[in-house]
Nanobody, 126 residues
């Protein structure tokens, strides 16, 4: 059974940093893509970053490029999202999602992912 568990969210002031973790189980780490998504109240879920664990390829949304960094520790089956220079508009519930890489088209749509964690809340105060 595939499971994803996020942690690391919290309340931080604008300009601050957080590191989110996504611990994955139930699949071979190198066969799956891991996406980080976020959803703010009243808004659609949007992609933040994608990590293709087979080759380490990454994608970042323009809104977070240069501020967020995705990485992984295969020994711990964990994917991280390091977030710096946080802005109030980054406030959202953050989710990690996983899907076998061959299942993805571009990896940027939530509908492309088979498995989801429950998410962790990030709140950035101004």
């Amino acid at each position: 059974e595939v499971q994803l568990v996020e942690s690391g969210g919290g309340l931080v002031q604008a300009g601050g940093s957080l590191r989110l973790s996504c611990v994955a189980s139930g699949f071979i780490f190198g066969d799956y893509a891991i996406g980080w998504f976020r959803q703010a109240p009243g808004k659609e879920r949007e992609v933040v970053s994608v990590l293709w664990t087979s080759d380490g390829g990454t994608y970042y949304a323009d809104s977070v490029k240069g501020r967020f960094t995705v990485s992984s520790d295969k020994a711990k089956n964990t994917v991280y999202l390091r977030m710096v220079s946080l802005k109030p508009e980054d406030t959202a519930h953050y989710y990690c999602a996983a899907s076998p890489e061959p299942h993805l088209i571009y990896g940027m749509g939530p509908e492309e992912y088979d498995y989801w964690g429950h998410g962790t809340q990030v709140t950035v105060s101004s």
